[in-house]
């Protein structure tokens, strides 16, 4: 009978704890999220047709918490395996409930109810925007009407500004606008990859831009792919009477957006075989894979973990020289980075490798799974991770990234999950 007192005593304490500081430590990458949820659903109970749902979801909830605590502190294994059978029902109710949560917030914006939808897009929990179509839909109706009313929605507000970041950030890394210009008085020219001359004939100017190096897509007047080791005759201009100064400005991106990715190509995992790294942020991560960075990939590693091709292809970008990096935009530009050209015309990425932490060099043949670099933690990043994507030019001044397909122990993966370690083989 004191034994018996002894632990219930134990597990009211053991509840009163976890009440005041977390969720029961059983399976709590499960449970937690699950958890947190209901603090925002309950907000949901008076301005919506969802109030049974939820009440029901908040009863179970409570129920399955009891009996998480309980699980934390037993050695029954059953006990357990009870827990998580809970924790997957609860998870079904939590499914249920988004999913009628999302299909008002639908009806709100295909109704053009703003103030509706303004209640309905107040809470800032993880699942609010999980289906991107919905996202996309809630932005655009947004910014249509957020000027109508004083009242802002901060969780849309935060998306776009993260959205805007990322996007600005992904293109002073990726895309890599270049621009460069010609004045016929100085005869200044510029020694980058794309080169202007021209010739007079009489009373016109035959101009040509020459590309020394690979494909570019370039947007002086119009846009166009200039392949690799070409001239374009780009235009003639007839001069005026007396006139005989002129100059020309021009702005290029690595890449041509005539490219097509091959899609039943299976990547190697860019780092040492039989090793295993976890996915921080995957496809439509929530922190900076959006937009033109949607399907690009952050494996969390230690400074100076050797990276290795993905897939074959040519050197034809560096940088190494930067020993600067953080959580900021400042440092956008400071990443050290391999570019690896494919023979379809797509673009791997291999980014934030440490000060001199590149071993190859532009215009080198490199094969899948031979070294390219050192991983580090430079450019605009929160700590020593490898950025991996594959990406083409969507414009002369746009790259867009693209969904890609790996080997690994377990067979073919297309999605990698935030929070699993995956091995290279």
Not at 26 to 51: C, D, H, M, V
Not at 278 to 287: C, E
């Amino acid at each position: 009978m004191l034994l018996r007192l002894l632990l219930l005593f134990t597990l009211f304490l053991s509840l009163c704890f976890a009440n005041n500081s977390n969720y029961p430590k059983t399976y709590n990458r499960l449970g937690t999220p699950l958890y947190n949820a209901a603090e925002y659903f309950i907000q949901y109970e008076k301005i919506s047709n969802l109030e049974v749902s939820i009440q029901e979801y908040i009863n179970e909830v409570d129920a399955t918490m009891l009996y998480g605590y309980a699980a934390d502190i037993s050695k029954d294994k059953k006990k357990k395996k009870t827990y998580l059978k809970k924790l997957r029902h609860l998870q079904s109710l939590y499914d249920r409930l988004l999913h009628s949560l999302h299909v008002s917030i639908s009806k709100s914006i295909k109704n053009e109810e703003y103030k509706l939808f303004l209640e309905l897009t107040s809470y800032p929990f993880d699942g609010l925007f999980a289906n991107t179509h919905l996202h996309n839909q809630a932005i655009t109706f947004y910014t249509k009407h957020k000027n109508e009313k004083i009242l802002k929605c901060m969780v849309l507000e935060k998306n776009m500004a993260d959205e805007k970041l990322s996007n600005e950030t992904q293109d002073l890394f990726a895309a890599e606008i270049e621009h460069s210009s010609y004045n016929s008085t100085t005869q200044k020219k510029s020694k980058k990859s794309v080169n202007i001359t021209t010739k007079r004939v009489k009373n016109t100017i035959e101009v040509y831009l020459h590309n020394k190096n690979i494909i570019m897509s370039i947007k002086p007047l119009k846009e166009f792919v200039l392949k690799a080791k070409s001239i374009y005759h780009y235009t003639t201009l007839i001069l005026g009477s007396g006139k005989s100064q002129y100059g020309f400005s021009w702005s290029y991106t690595m890449g041509s957006k005539n490219a097509q990715h091959d899609d039943n190509y299976v990547y190697r995992l860019p780092y040492k075989k039989g090793t295993f790294h976890v996915v921080s942020q995957g496809y439509n991560g929530k922190d900076t894979h959006k937009g033109s960075a949607a399907y690009s990939i952050d494996f969390p590693m230690p400074k100076g973990t050797k990276i290795y091709a993905a897939r074959d292809g040519i050197v034809v970008k560096t940088k190494s020289n930067s020993d600067v990096g953080g959580y900021d935009k400042k440092y956008a530009s400071s990443g050290n980075y391999v570019r690896v050209m494919h023979k379809d015309g797509t673009f791997a990425t291999y980014y934030h490798l440490k000060y001199n932490g590149v071993i190859v060099k532009i215009g080198e043949k490199v094969s899948k799974g031979e070294p390219l670099g050192y991983s580090g933690s430079t450019g605009y990043c929160s700590g020593p991770h490898l950025h991996f994507s594959v990406l083409k030019a969507k414009s002369a001044g746009k790259h867009e990234t693209i969904p890609t397909k790996f080997r690994t122990l377990k067979g073919i993966l297309e999605n990698p999950i935030r929070g699993i370690y995956y091995k290279a083989i």
